[in-house]
């Protein structure tokens, strides 16, 4: 499934743009935190939708030699589009950590360099969560469902809850490893109590 094409016919769809608009969204707006696209898959995509007969455009003159076409959705675009949206997703597969890779060997690392790897990305974590929460509070109140920040909401609330769980994770990874490396250190006392 092309999926970039989904995502140019639904920010047209909202309203319509030229390839520099898109491109825009991809690069800086709220999209750009979650999916991301360059100029040079977009503009062949535009191209291959308006062939489809999904997207139309008009020619407008902007200064002196400056030609833009500026992308409207067609009804059959329109119709594509929510068939799309509406299509059942297959759950996908978890996506590949290399930091959680690290951590299932981490019974290889002295306890207190694991500490340090933790606590370094607990730091990182953090920060993106910071980031997240601040970004939320654009949002004083829940955003009318017919709006297209309500999406966004949506897509944000999901970010905060993941990140907030990667956290808890690291939190309580830095405590059990913590109490592992005491009781191991009890372990070596005791050892050399024995012999
Ligand atoms: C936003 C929508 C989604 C946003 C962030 C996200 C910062 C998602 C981020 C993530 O999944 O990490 O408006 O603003």
Do not use: C
């Not at 535009?46 to 959705?73: A, D, F, M, N």
């Not at 370094?120 to 009318?144: I, T």
């Amino acid at each position: 499934m092309r999926t970039l094409r989904y995502a140019i016919l639904g920010l047209v769809d909202r309203k319509p743009a030229t390839g520099y608009d898109i491109a825009r969204e991809f690069k800086e707006k709220e999209l750009s935190n979650f999916w991301s696209a360059r100029h040079s898959q977009i503009y062949p995509e535009l191209r291959k939708l308006t062939e489809e007969g999904l997207l139309e455009y008009e020619v407008e003159i902007s200064g002196e030699i400056q030609e833009k076409k500026v992308y409207r959705i067609t009804r059959r675009g329109k119709r594509e589009f929510l068939a799309w949206l509406l299509r059942d997703e297959v759950m996908q597969p978890t996506f590949k950590d290399r930091f959680r890779l690290r951590m299932y060997f981490v019974s290889r690392m002295p306890s207190a360099d694991a500490a340090a790897l933790l606590k370094s990305q607990l730091v990182q974590r953090k920060r993106k969560l910071d980031f997240l929460l601040e970004s939320q509070e654009k949002y004083q109140e829940l955003p009318e469902y017919s709006s297209d920040q309500f999406g966004d909401y949506l897509v944000l609330r999901g970010a905060i809850l993941r990140e907030q769980a990667y956290v808890d994770w690291l939190e309580e990874s830095l405590r059990l490893v913590g109490k592992s490396s005491q009781s191991s250190v009890m372990e070596q006392k005791e050892n050399a109590l024995v012999h």
